[in-house]
Structure formats: C-alpha cells, structure tokens
C-alpha cells in the first residue's frame, strides 16, 4: 500500500496526522505525573464520547475483541441466561465468547441484511428473563444498524443488563448510552474513534459494576477481570498512579488527541457529518446500479457501506479499486461473502474522499466490463453532499 492511498476499510481507517504525531511523542513512564494527568483526562473524554457521565471507563490494551471478552467474562457466570441479537459476523463471534464463559444463550439471528423485529426480542425476552441483553450496534460484517434505543428500553423493561457492541459505530453514529439505558458499550481505537489498532474501550454503568460486584465466582479471564482493572482506572480518573498492566502509553496519547478533536467538533456535529458522508456514499452506489446488504435505509449504518457487486462482476474488482489507489474490503459474512465488498467511511472522512472512493470503483468497475453510466455516482454524490 502506497502512504497516499485512501483506507477505506470499515478499520482500521485514515487516521488524521496530528493523532500520528501524538504517537510519535517521547515515552514516558505510565507513572510520570504527566502521563497520569493525560490518562485522567483522556478518561473524562471517554465518558463524554459515549454520553456516559455516569459511567466508569476503561482503556485497555487489546483490540476490540477484548472488549467484547471483558463485557461477557466480568457479566456472566455459569448458567447466567443471555439473549443476543445476531446481525452478522460479529454478533455472532459474541454469542461464542458468552458461550466461552458459560453462558446459556439465546440467539435472535436476524436475516442477512435485515435487523430482528421489536416483538420478538420483547417476547423472548419475557421468556428466557435473562441477565443480558446484548446486541451489535452495526454489524461490520453487513453494515446493518440496529436501533439501540428501542432494544435497550425493551432490555430494561425486563430488568436485562444491555450490553452494545458498539465498535462500528462509537464515535459515529448516534449512541447515547446513559440516556438509552445501555449498561456496557464499547468500541475498539481504530474504527469511528480514530486512533491505530491496539486500545479496548469500554464504559459500564453504576448498573452493570453493581452486578459485578455481587459475583459468586471469580472472572475466569485474568486479563480481563475488572476486580483487576477498576482500582485502576478509578486512580488515573482521580489523578492518581496505579499499575496493573503497563498502559499502552503512546496509543493513550493518540486516543487522548483523538478524543480531544472529537469532542472539539462536537457529538452531534460530528454524527451529522458521518451522516451526510454516509448519504452522499449511499447515492452514489445506488446511481450505479449497485444494491446494498442492508435491505432499508432505515437498518443501514452510516459509518460505513456494504454494496453487492452487480451482476457479471466478482471480488477481482476490489483489486482494480485499489491499483486505482483506494482500499476497501471483501465481504465477511459467511452466507454472501463472495457477492459483496464493505467500505467505511468513518473519523476525518471528508467530501473528497467520498468523490475519489466512487470514482475508483466506478474506474475499476469499468474496467472489469461493467456497462453503467460512468460519472453516475460521482455526480449523484456530489448532489447529495
Ligand atoms: C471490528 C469489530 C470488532 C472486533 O474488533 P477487533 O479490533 O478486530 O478485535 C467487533 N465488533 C464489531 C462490530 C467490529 O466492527
């Protein structure tokens, strides 16, 4: 990959180059009284990104599926009763790490592209009375969204933990986790966040620490029990030094610039533009003929875009994209994965690089013998920008 080519993967993505420079400072040890400082307030931002003033953060070494470890493993205990709601790839991957765990679960998989209806989850929740109510707020794997707010007061009106993955779409889409009642929600550094792969990051409400604290059993993952990791992040939120595991201090200061730029450009300004990028994405794929997994707009994400390939063309035209200098991604869910590409257009994404993602596609789709009219997308975007 050339340093000038456009990622446009649904994550890692293009990462703004002040958030790189802040990387690159000096190390300091995860005890200096300025690190300490830095990782406090990085802390306080974390709540207010995810609307959790609540709520107790935490920063962690890891990727996103860590975070998915450490809501199932510090929630469940063996035999606790799980109902998930399964929109692809990723909620399915939770439904295993519950199972890891002991959990019993109830999955309510979703058609492929579409999202579960709000009847069934509320009946199934008043018969299986579960401790946990979790969901995948966009399915990476499909780019279907889910309506977190409707799921999560159902999940409290049968006094369900809610648990969101919300790796596609903190930082993005609209995810307000005190106000819709969420317990746990967590997202990974180098999705909507904007920061190099490598951080977990995870709120939990006064609720689930609550429950966690009246545990019987011990967390069976070490790294990812919160008995571990509380008195940590409860010292650098009060300023003070506390170690447990090294901190992964320059991704912290990565995260900190991240968050400092998101919270400068503001919560709703910021889901407005991913909005408006995400519109002017979708029209230009519909203007050329190419129809998306998510089967509404309505249950589509707007961090990101999964299209079909139209009809004559395979996964080989991923590869024109990018001699054209745009990466996107292959298809992940098991039952289409060969008759569909994912692009994300999450963090800084900015109008042209919307303009130059449907012009490569519509460059390599012509290449690859696609008869469409060329421009069509380009064109449609820009009206809908
Ligand atoms: C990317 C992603 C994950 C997994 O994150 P990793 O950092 O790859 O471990 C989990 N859930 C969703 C919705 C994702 O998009």
Sequence with gaps: MSERDLLMIPGPINFDPGVLRAMSAPTAGHTAPEFVALFGETLDWMKQVFLAPSGTPFVIAGSGTLAMDIAASNLVQASDRVVQISTGYFGDRMVNIFERYGAKVTTLRADVGDVVALDLVDAELARVK??????????????????????????????????????????????????????????????????????????????????????????????????????????????????????????????????RQILAEGMDKRVARHKKMSDAFKAGVNAIGLKQVAVRPDVAATTMTAPYFPDGIDAKVIGKIRERGVVVAGGLHSAIRERYFRVGHMGVISPADISATLSAIEGALLASGYKFDVGAGVAASEKAM
């Design 130 to 259: 579960p401790k946990v109510l979790a969901m995948t707020h966009v399915d990476t794997s499909t780019g279907v969204c889910v309506d977190v707010h409707a799921f999560a007061e159902l999940g409290r009106k049968h006094n369900a933990l809610v648990v969101v993955d919300g790796v596609c779409s903190v930082g993005g889409m609209e995810l307000q986790q005190e106000a819709w009642g969420v317990d746990v929600a967590f997202t990974a550094s180098q999705k909507a966040i904007g920061v190099p792969p490598g951080l977990a990051l995870l709120v939990a409400s006064p609720r689930a620490l609550e429950s966690f604290k009246k545990r019987e059993s011990p967390v069976a993952s070490y790294y990812s029990d919160w008995a571990n990791w509380l008195p940590i992040m409860e010292a650098y939120l009060a300023r003070k030094v506390a170690y447990f595991g090294t901190p992964a201090v320059n991704l912290v200061y990565a995260l900190h610039e991240s968050l």
